[in-house]
């Protein structure tokens, strides 16, 4: 920061012909962004192109072999079974998640927009669990979601035997969605909860006037208007979904079987776990395809369903 | 939507944000009192809301069990550093590229916003080779540097530019005619302004980085070095079993004291993230 202090010259001094404001500016401007610029160069565009370098090769870290095998990895990559498992356990998630999530996170702020005493209590209680460290949550979890723990513990007091949730597969799978969902569902809810509060109240009351039953106005005037915050966090909730490691490292290492085993966990495994460092880096770049081509689709959704741009 | 409510279905409505609370917070408490919980207690029938009888030793087995002390000032240390770093970095390039006028602004500033395309998991394997050539496995740089400089900063710079983008420019404009370099500017009038977005970048880059858990595991490898997330699924027995209440008692140490920061400026918090940047 200093630097552009330095080298660009103070207005004080008389104007030399060569640093025109123009040309200072342009001095100013390069270098605020160079730490970011040369960043982003170093720890994301460099290692893109590392990734995609790695992944044409076989690497064994043991042996010490790095060799050119062009296309090799991709073929296993079509042929890897447990991949089109773990694609399956990856899709399921992110959709089960998704859907949680956001219906969840409308219906906590719809009901958080009614004017109820004490309201911001409730708001502030809802969304203590994404200030909550994330290991710390999927530890109490884990307890909680024991064979003899508290869940099934209340669930035995109304006469219910509870499952082994996190050694069933399906009962595996809705656990790490659950508690991915109620961790983070705070953040979408404020979200939506400042969307709803930017709706003009004038709207409402001319729907009431017309004698508009709640849902309809809820379909026809909120959900139109508040479309542009759903889209934006929906690609935010489903790029965060493809991320979710820890959770699952901590509750049930992608197990029973590979019924929790999502892409970036198995990447994990394949690079750190087993060094299949060449083979880990197909993944990954199989997992920036997904992710690409995931927000570019909603992006691209946009124009057709978001009512009102601005 | 807000019209006045009758009475019988206001009582409906707190019936219902009750029973949808439980997930949200009998976890947190339920942390807290296993916590202090005898080890024959924690899994008792029925469950025991309140403990029964209190056994605090599990919390000087934390300390005793590890260096829990340097593990809390390492993850402490780092998430100030990146918060620091991040604010600082990303309020710069935002302002850049919402107000200053440069060659390739719009093509710098689409190259950088590829980092939102690219989570850092995808670069996890070439950023441990390269840390592991620069001898920086197992220490906590890689930890410092990828979030300040690396995709995670990106949105941070975003929020930061979207917010810039509406600040009027005429307060900018008359310091400009008083002389005023773009320095000056930016530290002077625009930083003081921003106030609000920089509260939100800095609460989520600080639990970003207080929550990180991948990175940690790849690349530190000494128990001093550890973070908290990973510190706290340490505490298991001979047989890779979890020490529950020991692990409970770390993990209430985690995470009550952000969550009573939380709780005494949560509306800074709560209104911080709602309204910067996002929006736009």
Redesign the interface.
Known sequence: ?AV??DN?P???RAPSPFWTI?R???????L??A??????V???????G??FW?SLHEWNVLAGTFTYTGTQNYRMLVEDGSLVEVLGTTAVFSAGLVIFNMSLALL?A??L????AGITV????????????????T??????L?K???IN??L??FGIEGPNWLRGEVTAMISVI?VQV?KNV??NM??F????Q?VP?EL?EAARIDGAP?FK??RRI?LPLISP?IL?TSIITI?GS??V??QI??LTQGGPGLSTTVL?YY??QQ??QFHF?GY??TL??L??VI??VL?FAQWQMRKRIVFHEN | MKTEIPPRLKLALYGLLCVLLIPFVFPTWWMVTSSVKPISDIFAFPPQLLPQSYDWSTYSRVFELQPFVRQYWNSAYIAALVTAGTMILSSMAGYAFARIRFPFANTIFMVVLLGLLIPSEVTIVPLFQMFLKAGMVNTHWPLILVPIFGAPSVFATFVMRQFFVTLPVELEEAARVDGLGRFKIFRKIALPLARPALASVAIFTFLHSWNLYLEPIVFLSSADKFTLPQALTQYVDAYGGPMWNIQLAAATLTALPVLIVFIIAQKQFVEGLAHTGLKG
């Not at chain 1, 200072?24 to 390069?30: I, N, P, T, V």
């Open positions: 920061m552009a202090e660009a103070s207005e004080g123009a200072r500016d342009s001095l100013a401007g390069f605020f962004i730490p970011q610029l040369v960043g982003i170093t720890f994301v565009l460099i290692p893109l590392l990734v790695y906590l719809v009901l927009n009614q004017k109820l409730f708001r502030t209680l809802f969304f203590s669990p994404v200030v909550v460290s994330l290991v710390a949550w530890i109490v979890w884990g307890f909680l024991q003899n723990g508290g513990g209340v035995q007091v659950a109620f705070g953040l404020v979200l909860l400042a969307a709803l930017g109240n409402y709640r106005q809820f909120t915050t934006l790029v493809l991320q490691f820890a490292a901590v970036v990447l994990y690079a750190f460092f880990g880096s990954s770049i997992l920036f992710v690409a927000t």
